[in-house]
């Protein structure tokens, strides 16, 4: 897998992780979704980098001047609920993409803090010939985001597949690096110490979509 760690450099995506973090910031539900939604596009940027581009002639009002424009289509995917203002981010970038949902829990079948992941919904176009980016905040375990690629891309033959996350744990990336194809690009932002007896990142920031959306059942 293609890791690439956005915190390595410091630039402005650094102080929106900050306020995501932050505890007397985030009962401000409206603020943490627009912290992720500009994470979200920073990461698009970033990721605009790696794509293969084509030039093409604009007619401009005093003559025509070649640019450059992205070769294959996008799609961009995300893990409900958490990733919607993730996905809301990429989206503002990547204007002309197609989307796709997925729904991904963790099941406790003996409530304790054993699990197991449930995928069900999933709602997407074809996915064959273009490039996705599938965008999902937390990466704790890695067992989420793998069965939702397994899903998402069952049958399906992509150009490229890059993974959007905010915060990593070790733990998690080293799931995916075992269960994905080493040519798949993993993004993140942040990558935290450990995580703890619930499979909870720490230091973290909590749950993202509670913070993001409220709390549910």
């Given at each position: 897998?293609i890791r690439?760690?956005?915190?390595?450099n410091?630039?402005?995506l650094n102080?929106f992780?900050?306020?995501l973090?932050?505890?007397?910031?985030q009962k401000?539900?409206?603020r943490f979704?627009?912290?992720?939604h500009r994470?979200g596009e920073?990461?698009a940027?970033?990721i605009?980098?790696?794509?293969?581009?084509?030039p093409?002639d604009?007619n401009t009002?005093?003559?025509?001047?070649?640019?450059?424009?992205i070769?294959d289509g996008?799609?961009?995917?995300?893990?409900l609920r958490a990733?919607?203002a993730?996905?809301?981010?990429?989206?503002s970038?990547?204007?002309?993409?197609?989307?796709?949902?997925?729904?991904a829990y963790?099941h406790?079948p003996?409530?304790?803090?054993r699990?197991?992941?449930?995928?069900?919904y999933?709602?997407?176009?074809s996915?064959s010939?273009?490039t996705?980016i599938?965008?999902?905040p937390m990466?704790?375990?890695?067992?989420?985001?793998?069965?939702?690629c397994?899903?998402?891309?069952e049958n399906?033959?992509?150009?490229?597949?890059?993974?959007?996350?905010?915060i990593a744990?070790?733990?998690?990336?080293?799931y995916?690096?075992e269960?994905?194809?080493?040519?798949?690009h993993l993004?993140?932002?942040?990558?935290?110490?450990?995580?703890?007896?619930?499979?909870?990142?720490?230091p973290g920031?909590?749950?993202?979509?509670d913070l993001?959306?409220?709390?549910?059942?």
């Amino acid at each position: 897998m293609i890791r690439h760690t956005l915190s390595e450099n410091n630039s402005i995506l650094n102080h929106f992780m900050a306020q995501l973090r932050d505890v007397s910031l985030q009962k401000d539900s409206m603020r943490f979704r627009r912290n992720i939604h500009r994470i979200g596009e920073a990461m698009a940027y970033e990721i605009s980098k790696t794509l293969d581009y084509v030039p093409f002639d604009i007619n401009t009002p005093l003559g025509i001047k070649q640019s450059h424009k992205i070769k294959d289509g996008i799609v961009v995917c995300n893990i409900l609920r958490a990733g919607l203002a993730l996905h809301e981010g990429l989206i503002s970038f990547f204007d002309d993409a197609e989307n796709g949902f997925i729904s991904a829990y963790r099941h406790h079948p003996f409530n304790d803090d054993r699990f197991e992941i449930v995928t069900e919904y999933k709602a997407a176009p074809s996915l064959s010939g273009k490039t996705v980016i599938i965008a999902d905040p937390m990466l704790a375990t890695g067992q989420s985001l793998v069965a939702s690629c397994q899903k998402l891309l069952e049958n399906e033959t992509p150009i490229a597949v890059h993974i959007a996350v905010v915060i990593a744990a070790p733990e998690g990336i080293a799931y995916l690096e075992e269960y994905l194809p080493n040519n798949y690009h993993l993004w993140i932002c942040d990558v935290d110490s450990h995580l703890n007896d619930k499979k909870y990142i720490v230091p973290g920031l909590g749950d993202a979509g509670d913070l993001a959306y409220g709390v549910k059942l």
